[in-house]
Antibody, heavy 123, light 111 residues
Framework: QVQLVQSGAEVKKPGASVKVSCKAS??????????INWVRQATGQGLEMVGW????????AYAQRFQGRVTMTTNTSISTAYMELRSLRSEDTAVYYC??????????????WGQGTTVTVSS | QSVLTQPPSASGPPGQRVTISCSGS????????VNWYQQLPGTAPKLLIY???QRPSGVPDRFSGSKSGTSASLAISGLQSADEADYFC????????????FGTGTKVTVL
């Protein structure tokens, strides 16, 4: 079955960087159809879009508030997407999710989600 | 930062119908279709409705969606205890670098 499996929880100090991975299985990772989105959720809060990347084209789009601090990449040989967030601050403490969407049709939404990775930023 | 506005809570006894609203603007709901996600406690969100009113395979027909102008709604009929969850609307926003935006979320409680 189609699955996204994320890396484990991270604890980082303010100012550090974190890199979260998301391994895809059950579908063709480099199909031009599919984007990988990154969404975060602080405890008790709503969902916030961080950005997306298309593993086939390498195209990315980042939410304005993360511009300059986030980089999304992929390793297509192991069907894995990565999100690196730099200059961490306490407000970045959240669960980070990867989720698949159809890059050719925005109507279809995010149909497969990873289990989430908790990132804690604390001194 | 949520761009779409939802009521913080909704509730009803088992068997009742509950409706959740989602208000946006011309750059998101007004121009694109709406998706709804269900998030059970401690789990990742799950796609519930896509393209305004379509249900993915396996989603009961008790869940239905609609859209009019810059607003959308999710209805849950025959409310069950298993429906107690957070619900988020989402839509593509043409003005934000080409990204999805999410609603503020609604907590549904079954009384």
């Amino acid at each position: 079955q189609v699955q996204l499996v994320q890396s484990g929880a991270e604890v980082k100090k303010p100012g550090a960087s974190v890199k979260v991975s998301c391994k895809a299985s059950g579908y063709t990772f480099t199909s031009y159809d599919y984007d990988i989105n990154w969404v975060r959720q602080a405890t008790g809060q709503g969902l916030e879009m961080v950005g997306w990347m298309n593993p086939n084209s390498g195209n990315t789009a980042y939410a304005q508030r993360f511009q300059g601090r986030v980089t999304m990449t992929t390793n297509t040989s192991i069907s894995t997407a990565y999100m690196e967030l730099r200059s961490l601050r306490s407000e970045d403490t959240a669960v980070y999710y990867c989720a698949r969407s159809d890059g050719q049709n925005i109507d279809f939404g995010m149909d497969v989600w990873g289990q989430g990775t908790t990132v804690t930023v604390s001194s | 930062q949520s761009v779409l506005t939802q009521p913080p809570s909704a509730s009803g006894p088992p068997g009742q119908r509950v409706t959740i609203s989602c208000s946006g603007s011309s750059s998101n709901i007004g121009s694109n279709t709406v998706n709804w996600y269900q998030q059970l406690p401690g789990t990742a969100p799950k796609l519930l409705i896509y393209s305004n009113n379509q249900r993915p395979s396996g989603v009961p027909d008790r869940f239905s969606g609609s859209k009019s102008g810059t607003s959308a709604s999710l209805a849950i009929s025959g409310l069950q205890s298993a429906d107690e969850a957070d619900y988020f609307c989402a839509a593509w926003d043409d003005s934000l670098n080409g990204l999805y935006v999410f609603g503020t979320g609604t907590k549904v409680t079954v009384l």
